[in-house]
C-alpha cells in the first residue's frame, strides 16, 4: 500500500466523520512496520496540514474540518502509548499552544514526541495566560519554551511573553520556540519578534531542541532596529517642526512627546505590519 493511498484513504474517512474507517487505515499502517512516531509525521501531520489548507481555501465545510480534528485527537491519544521510548536526556520542555482545538492537536503532538524522545515534557494547552506561563517557567525551569500555532492577530501578545522572559530573566539558560500558526507563513517573524528558535513541524521541534546550540542559527531581531530608525526620523521631523513652529511663534504638535502606553502601541503597529505584508496567501502548516 502505498503513503499515497494511506494518506488518501485517512483523509477521505476523515472528511466523512468515519472514525472506524481511519481506525482501519492507522491500524493497517502499523501492522506494515512503521512506528508510531512515523505514522504522527507520515500521516497524521501531513493531513492535518492539508485539512487545514482545504479549510482555510473553503474547499470543506466547517463540519468538516471538525470531524478531522476530532478524530485525529482520539486517534493521537489512541497512538501515544504506541510511541518508542528513548532514554531519559535530564533535559525539560514546556509546550502552550493557541486557544481552539486544532492547534492544541498540533502541540500534543509535539508534547507526544518530545517525552518519546526522553525530554520531561509540560503541556498547558491555549488556556494559559502569560502570567500563567511566567509563573510556570520561573518554577519548572525548562530547557526549552515552545509556543505552538499563534495566529496573526496574536502575534503581539507573544511578543509581550517573549520580552517579559527576558526583562525578568524568568530562566535565564531557557530557550524560546515557536511554531505553527503565522509562523510558518511570515519568514523571519519569530526572529523578529525575539525568539531564539523556529520549527516547521513536531519533528524538527525535536530535532533543532536537541541540537547542540552552535548548530542552531542565532535570530537577529529587526524590530526594535526598525523602531530605532523611525524613533530617529520622528525626532527629526519634531526638530523641524519645533523650528517651524518657533519661527512662526506657533506651537507645534509634533514636538510634543508620546507616552508609554502610545510607543509600545507603534511597536504593535510595525508586528501587525509585518504580518500583513508576509501573509497575503494563507498556507498550509
Known sequence: MSAEH????YLNGLLKGDRNACRGVIEETLQTGLPA???????????MVEVDKLYTQDKITATQEAFATRINRTIVDQLQN????????????????A?????ELGAQMITDLFESDGWEARFLGGKVNNDDILAFVNSFHPDILLVYGIA???APNTR????SI????ASPNMRVMLSGGVFDRAEDLWQEIGADLYAPNAAEAVRIASADESEVTVPVRTIKRRRKADTSSKAKTAAAAQKSAADNNQPSDAAQPQDTQAQDAQV?????QDIQVAEPQPAAG
Open 166 to 169: 527576558k526583562s525578568i530573566n
Open 6 to 9: 494511506v494518506l488518501e484513504r
Open 37 to 47: 512516531n512515523k505514522v504522527y509525521m507520515d500521516v497524521i501531520w501531513p493531513i
Open 152 to 154: 496573526a492577530k496574536q
Open 268 to 272: 504593535q503597529d510595525a508586528t501587525q
Open 82 to 97: 504506541k510511541l518508542p521510548r528513548k532514554a531519559l536526556r535530564a533535559r525539560k520542555v514546556v509546550i502552550c499552544s
Open 160 to 163: 509581550q511573553l517573549i520580552d
Open 99 to 103: 486557544d481552539n482545538e486544532k492547534e
